[in-house]
Nanobody
Framework: QVKLVESGGGLVQPGGSLRLSCAAS????????MGWYRQARGEHRELVAS???????NYLDSVKGRFTISRDNAKNTVYLQMSSLKPEDTAVYYC??????????????WGQGTQVTVSS
């Protein structure tokens, strides 16, 4: 099993930048995809960004051009670089990993979440 731990959240002013990190207890290389989700208070959870084992990325429309997801397999870490932050980016951000095994069963791994607050 893989344990994911997020860090890097905090309070930032509008227009500022923040980098979130997701450290895995094991090798993330076998994971088919990893991503970042966020959930604002009273809102549904949404996928912000994802990256496959092959390096393909996808982004929520509202964060395109502002957020960048990356992975470092040697460090077993996934990052979310956030720039030009807006108050509407305020949410709890969760790291996620997806594994599809040889029997085609899928497994989801989740971190505990880290709070990002964008406010002046």
């Amino acid at each position: 099993q893989v344990k994911l731990v997020e860090s890097g959240g905090g309070l930032v002013q509008p227009g500022g930048s923040l980098r979130l990190s997701c450290a895995a207890s094991g090798n993330i290389f076998p994971l088919n995809a990893m991503g970042w989700y966020r959930q604002a208070r009273g809102e549904h959870r949404e996928l912000v960004a994802s990256i496959t084992s092959g390096g393909s990325t996808n982004y929520l429309d509202s964060v395109k051009g502002r957020f960048t997801i990356s992975r470092d397999n040697a460090k077993n870490t996934v990052y979310l670089q956030m720039s030009s932050l807006k108050p509407e980016d305020t949410a709890v951000y969760y790291c996620n990993g997806l594994l599809v095994d040889a029997g085609w069963d899928s497994y989801e791994y989740w971190g505990q979440g880290t709070q990002v607050t964008v406010s002046s």
